[in-house]
């Protein structure tokens, strides 16, 4: 992440000195549309081939690629074409691997976690992972500008390939155990159920090994993780499928990467929590990203407050989510995380709203360390809950979905946020960013399985 930070500032440095500013533009936005549409394929590569060996290999392709990119700088002027072909790479290598900011899971470091150590410990590995992330968003910056200042864009760009260089070996140290053999615990803190081996189809080994998984998974198998059944589903008004209709069976048993990709869409679609828990991460993201991003700025150049204040603000949102993250680490479990979810995103959609009318700088930034503490809390659960309660097997086709949502839709509506402030001004905006924001907490209460889903203990 520290590469990250420090290649991020160096593309943008290059970008600005090749190029006019919207050509500057282009280069930086160049990697969101292999990202957005590769997204949903790369959850099918980390559940096929395994999250590690994703990870090394995505990791090492994008260390490759800037070092590249800085042994051209630095011997040539060639324009802006190399900037706009490894922004392109760092895109499509995006949608399988590369971490995001604000706890924001890509495929295959989704799939992780549920590898590396027990169930009852992803809570805390989500605080962990999220301490390091305000780090490297602190330190980075700072580790890019210096190495622009030494040596220009080229030595930034190095700087950031040998830092990724060095998270390489240390992946590789990293030793994964087998998929989990039950399913998590239910909403309401069932017994596991059958073990996964006893419900997997003959042949479905390479799953249990952590390389790709059975090529179908029985629908029992999928009633086990907590998916709604034909019958279920016709009983809350859903049109029951003729048999075979629609099922991909054929695509699922020669186990075609859209088959794949189906099943884990229908996995996400049937789930009591998943499905509901993916309109809470869909509502929150909506809400919050346009407010604390070009809101913000439209806001402290309103209240005169300047770059230096909007500073301030960010720096407290910064503490507020690090202290979050902090608890989650230290505490390891929240019991009652599906209700504490939705209390913490509805409270913080109401701190959102708060800032487009609070007078003062200092009430801005103590506003804004009050939405981080929150909207990081109920993030972090959001992902907790997203690894716990999903088939092992799936979880990098359940990530990538997750990640699409924040990644390739929320985004969106910064430009949308920036002409509303125009026409209507920054006090409705804020408002109804928060109700939006706000609606996803009102989902996390009123659906029964999400409110009464815990954690394991």
């Known amino acids: 992440m520290l590469g990250d930070n420090v290649y991020y500032l160096a593309l943008s440095w290059a970008a600005v000195r090749a190029g006019t500013p919207a050509q500057a533009g282009l280069v930086m936005s160049a990697s969101a549309l292999p990202r957005a549409v590769l997204m949903l394929g790369g959850g099918v590569v980390a559940d096929r081939f395994g999250p590690r060996r994703v990870v090394i290999g995505s990791d090492a392709v994008r260390c490759a690629a800037v070092l590249a990119v800085a042994a051209l700088l630095s011997l040539t002027r060639p324009g802006l074409w190399p900037l706009a072909l490894l922004a392109l790479v760092f895109g499509t290598v995006d949608a399988v691997f590369m971490p995001a900011v604000d706890a924001v899971f890509m495929p295959a470091v989704g799939a992780l976690p549920a590898r590396l150590t027990a169930q009852d410990q992803l809570a805390r590995v989500q605080g962990m992972r999220g301490l390091a992330i305000r780090f490297s968003n602190v330190v980075g910056a700072p580790l890019g500008g210096l190495g622009v200042a030494l040596g220009g864009a080229a030595a930034a760009f190095a700087l950031a390939g040998l830092l990724i260089a060095v998270s390489v070996p240390l992946l590789l140290s990293v030793r994964i155990r087998d998929l989990p053999k039950h399913r998590t615990p239910g909403p309401a803190g069932q017994p596991p159920a059958l073990a996964r081996a006893a419900l997997a189809p003959a042949g479905g080994g390479r799953a249990a090994r952590g390389d790709a998984p059975e090529a179908s998974v029985s629908e029992a198998s999928g009633a086990a993780w907590g998916e709604v059944s034909d019958a279920s589903e016709a009983a809350v008004g859903d049109v029951p499928e003729a048999p075979g209709a629609g099922r991909d069976v054929t695509d699922r ?179 109804v960013s928060a109700a939006v924001c706000g609606l996803g907490g009102l989902v996390a209460l009123v659906v029964p399985a999400l409110r009464r889903a815990e954690l394991p203990g």
């Open 253 to 431: 048993a020669a186990g075609t990467v859209w088959g794949d990709l189906r099943d884990g869409l229908r996995h996400i679609r049937r789930h009591r929590v998943l499905a509901p828990l993916m309109l809470v991460i869909a509502l929150g993201d909506l809400g919050f990203v346009g407010p604390l991003n070009v809101g913000l700025t439209l806001l402290a150049d309103h209240r005169g407050w300047g770059a230096s204040g909007m500073g301030w603000v960010l720096a407290g949102f910064g503490t507020g989510a690090g202290a979050a993250s902090l608890l989650l680490t230290v505490r390891g479990r929240l019991p009652r995380a599906g209700l504490v979810t939705g209390c913490a995103c509805a409270a913080g959609s109401v701190a959102v709203g708060a800032l487009a009318f609070v007078p003062t700088l200092a009430a801005a930034v103590g506003t804004a360390l009050l939405v981080g503490l929150l909207t990081g809390l109920s993030g972090a659960l959001c992902g907790a809950l997203l690894q716990t309660q999903s088939d092992p097997a799936r979880l990098g086709r359940v990530t990538a979905a997750s990640s699409l949502i924040s990644l390739g839709l929320t985004p969106l509506s910064m430009p949308v946020a920036a002409a509303a402030i125009g026409a209507w001004g920054l006090g409705p905006v804020y408002a």
